[in-house]
């Protein structure tokens, strides 16, 4: 048994590394310091981090789940990994400023209410003219993009009721109300959207 074997592994983010690191090569040409929201397995952070040598990408997690992000940092460390740091969107957010945050897959397996929260504690760690970055699926004027995306939402909320893909017009309005703006919407495989919002500067 190999020793990337016994780590946790998170399959599509070997499926949707390559498309997401494309769109971050071209948004992150002038930022410098970006904290991802959620970081899973860690897997997103040691594959973008080596591309993207100029930006210290700092992994978050909740604290219970921040060893299965270490274990990937130990595995591929970069010098641009910091050691990951605790974050629960509804508790405590870490002291940081930053030009730049990044969630994949997270507004649909938090609960809505925790959702606005999210958007609520930007500010406290995001610059002015900074970007938010997300990726995952989104309903689009009520519609789901594909079929898959209307089973994956029915699986989501019988897991749990408060689970769901979110409605991009309610994320924008939530965004508004912090003072971001929507500058971009990309499609990407498998019915996910890579969505942009700017802090005002």
Known sequence: MTMESQLPDAPSTERNRQPILEHLQRLLVNSRHLLEIGSGTGQHAVYFAPRLPRVTWQTSERLQNLH?????????P???LPAPVALDVTGNWPSLRVDAVFTSNTLHIMPAAAVEVFFAR???VLQPGGQLIVYGPVKIAGEYIGPSNADFDCWLKEQDPLRGIRDLEWLDQLAAVEGLVR???NDLPAHNQLLVWQLAG
């Open 122 to 124: 930007l500010k406290n």
């Open 78 to 80: 970069a010098d641009n």
């Open 68 to 76: 299965e992000v270490q274990a990937w940092l130990n595995h591929s």
């Open 183 to 185: 500058t971009e919407n």
